[in-house]
């Protein structure tokens, strides 16, 4: 079946910087398109990022000029690099999947940024 495992999180201080991992397993990861998604506390689950398949990607507000999202085909993984963190950007990361009409979403990793 679907499994996402994200991986990466932890307690980190304003400026720094933190690569998320998800790893993949249960489908074909190389022809699924791949996002993370982030939820604070009290707020709702928003888009960071996407990349496609092929490679493309997509930043939602939250992940434009600080985050980079990419995929490793071969390690069923993909990855989400955050730099410059700022205190806001403290929350549960989350990857997911689009499968046969589902989103998968993996148990997500927990991102603090506090001095």
């Known amino acids: 079946q679907v499994q996402l495992e994200e991986s990466g999180g932890g307690l980190v201080q304003p400026g720094g910087s933190l690569r998320l991992s998800c790893a993949a397993s249960?489908?074909?990861?190389?022809?699924?398109?791949m996002s993370w998604y982030r939820q604070a506390p009290g707020k709702q689950r928003e888009l960071v990022a996407r990349?496609?398949?092929?490679?493309?990607?997509v930043y939602g507000d939250s992940g434009k000029g600080r985050f980079t999202i990419s995929r490793d085909n071969a390690k069923n993984t993909v990855y989400l690099q955050m730099n410059s963190l700022k205190t806001e950007d403290t929350a549960v990361y989350y990857c997911?999947?689009?499968?046969?009409?589902?989103?998968?979403w993996g148990q997500g990793t927990q991102v603090t940024v506090s001095s």
């Open positions: 249960g489908f074909i990861f190389s022809v699924y398109a």
């Open positions: 990349i496609s398949s092929g490679g493309s990607t």
């Open positions: 997911k999947v689009p499968y046969y009409g589902k989103d998968y």
